[in-house]
């Protein structure tokens, strides 16, 4: 606990310095910085090879803190009720008199907001008089980090501090929901989609209907190990790395279980991990087994094929 409050400090001690460190989250490790501040904001960019219009989520520790900066509605209110703190961002209007930065929003008028479980970034979050920008700790396109070890493999020295949290809980990006006019989805991650679906009272569409892509991190490329991957697969080619779900009689050394019995929790938790590993031991190709696409499911597939695109 000591050392934890220490590093507490720390992390304050360099984002008060509008420096950017990793801030762990129950979802993936976050490339943090004070998001009322362009400086800092502007070096979360630049460190991710981001680009400029690709606009970051903000974290707060409590719902006072985000009325200072956007609307809150109805619907806001229900679903955090359920979920929050946990894996769900909500796009919601920005206030005009917001301190964000417009880099965090790329001069829109809506912010994405989401408020993080894990009990060491909510810590420091109460501590600083500012809320946290924080996309995924990982260069653009590439694969997120669930631990510190994962971090400092994307971003080496140039950061200077990283918040330990361990190993993150969901492993997944949160489910991303828009409240603007009609909820919409518009990533599918931590928190399933039938629940959300359960609490509002109604099937939510997913924005991927929609041909216009207003998230951009729904574009093709994302989430890559910068190998080929093929889904739907009964068995692996001999030179391929074989994602599996399930127990097999047989199995070889290029098998990667996310989870033996399919507990699509587990293979949640495991998916950027095993990526990671897949990568580390060279191969050049990925097959990956089913993966049903319900509840958990439906964002693994999801992180799969961008994954997979080339
Ligand atoms: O679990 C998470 O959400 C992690 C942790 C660190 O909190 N963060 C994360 O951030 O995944 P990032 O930047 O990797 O993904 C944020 C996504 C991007 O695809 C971005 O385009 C979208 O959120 N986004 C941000 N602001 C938006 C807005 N106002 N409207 C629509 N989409 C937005
Ligand atoms: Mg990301």
């Known amino acids: 606990m000591k050392n934890n409050l220490s590093n507490i400090k720390k992390a304050k001690f360099y984002l008060d310095k509008k420096e950017c460190i990793g801030i762990p989250t129950e979802t993936v490790y976050g490339l943090a910085a004070n998001a009322y501040s362009n400086l800092a904001t ?15 989520i903000v974290h707060y520790h409590n719902l006072n803190d985000l009325k200072k900066d956007c609307e809150i509605n109805e619907n806001f209110l229900k679903i955090y009720k359920q979920f929050c703190p946990g894996p769900i961002t909500f796009v919601l209007k920005l206030k005009k008199k917001s301190k964000i930065s417009k880099n965090v929003t790329n001069y829109k008028s809506t912010l994405a907001i989401r ?20 996309p995924s700790a990982n260069i653009s396109t590439k ?3 669930v631990s510190k070890e994962d971090v400092k493999d994307e971003f080496g020295k140039k950061i200077k501090f990283i ?29 399933e989609a039938e629940k959300i679906n359960k609490i509002l009272k109604r099937k939510i569409k997913f924005l991927h209907k ?16 910068g190998i080929p991957i093929s889904l739907n697969k009964i068995k692996p080619l001999t030179d391929e ?41 060279k191969y050049k190709k990925i097959a990956v087994e ?8 439906q964002a693994i597939n999801d992180k799969l094929i961008r994954a997979s695109k080339k």
């Not at 991303?176 to 928190?191: A, D, T, V, Y």
Request: aromatic share 8%; with cysteine.
């Open 42 to 56: 502007s070096r979360i960019f630049s460190l991710k090879k981001r680009p400029k219009h690709n606009p970051l």
């Open 290 to 297: 089913k993966i049903p696409n319900k509840g958990l499911g």
């Open 143 to 145: 694969i997120s980090p």
């Open 241 to 281: 790395a074989f994602i599996l779900i399930k127990k097999r009689k047989l199995s070889d050394k290029n098998y990667f279980y996310l989870t033996k019995n399919q507990n699509l929790k587990e293979a949640a938790r495991n998916l950027y991990k095993t990526l990671r590993m897949i990568k580390k031991k």
């Open 163 to 191: 918040l330990d949290g361990g190993r993150c809980k969901v492993g997944l990006e949160s489910t991303i929901i828009s409240l603007i006019n009609k909820p919409k989805i518009m990533r599918f991650g931590g928190i």
């Open 210 to 225: 929609n041909k216009k892509i207003i998230t951009p991190g729904q574009g093709k490329l994302h989430y890559s190990p």
């Open 115 to 134: 408020f993080p479980s894990h009990p060491l970034t909510r810590s420091l979050l109460k501590e600083l008089p500012y809320p946290l920008a924080a």
